[in-house]
């Protein structure tokens, strides 16, 4: 039964290779270009079947309204202080991104971006979203702000994927380099996503112990 669903799984994964490549020529970032993750979930999933071991995965929101696609593995942090800090920032500030404050931490250690970088953009561009078109959940002024996403889930996710792959992997590593993308041609732009950063990274609570982040 093993090499059954093994020779199932890797025909599902050569499928995903050959998308891949058919789409590679378009090098379209927008939200139907998944096939990558695809293929590197399915990988993983192929190893996971031949060593036995578990893995988790999150799953990504769906992209089509007819499927559902797994994206890269990312660990769930466990009473990380980082999310509580997320957590009582949003809830401080009314912000509807305050039961998304674990998300955000995963997704940006699985784009290796700095935690608070998500959060402080959308506190840049809607006031950590109380300030958005209604039911579009674009917090990030995403496509001068007529984009919508299935979910603020959603938005995380694709807004997190972007800024790895069309920012951070092409140099565009701080917000002083990521601004003349981003929000052009404001001066003001990245001042005010450090300063966010740092007020959030600098909140603090009760009964919390000092540590080094």
């Known amino acids: 039964m093993k090499k059954v669903f093994i020779s199932l799984l890797t025909a599902f994964c050569n499928f995903f290779a050959r998308k891949m490549l058919l789409n590679q020529s378009r090098r379209s ?29 999150a799953q990504q929101p769906s992209i089509d309204g007819s499927a559902q696609v797994k994206m890269e593995i990312v660990s769930q942090p466990q009473d990380d202080i980082r999310v509580e800090k997320l957590e009582r920032f949003f809830e401080a500030h009314n912000s509807p991104l305050s039961t998304h404050a674990e998300l955000l931490v995963s997704t940006a250690d699985a784009y290796n971006l700095p935690w608070t970088l998500v959060a402080a953009i959308s506190g840049v561009e809607s006031g950590f979203c109380r300030r958005i078109p209604s039911g579009s959940s674009n917090c990030w002024g995403w496509n001068n702000g007529n984009s919508s996403f299935d979910n603020l889930s959603h938005a995380v996710y694709i807004v997190s994927r972007t800024l790895r792959y069309r920012y951070f992997d092409r ?16 001066h003001t732009w990245a001042g005010k996503v450090r300063h966010f950063m740092a007020m959030i990274e600098n909140t603090e609570f009760e009964n919390s112990p000092p540590i080094d982040l």
Do not use: H, Q, W
């Not at 399915?42 to 031949?50: F, G, M, Q, R």
């Not at 917000?175 to 404001?186: L, V």
């Open 29 to 57: 970032y927008t939200r139907n270009n998944f096939n990558c993750e695809g293929y590197i979930a399915c990988i993983s999933v192929l190893i996971t079947a031949l060593s036995g071991s578990p893995s988790v995965y």
């Open 171 to 186: 140099g565009l590593d701080t917000p002083e380099k990521m601004s003349r993308i981003y929000a052009p041609p404001s």
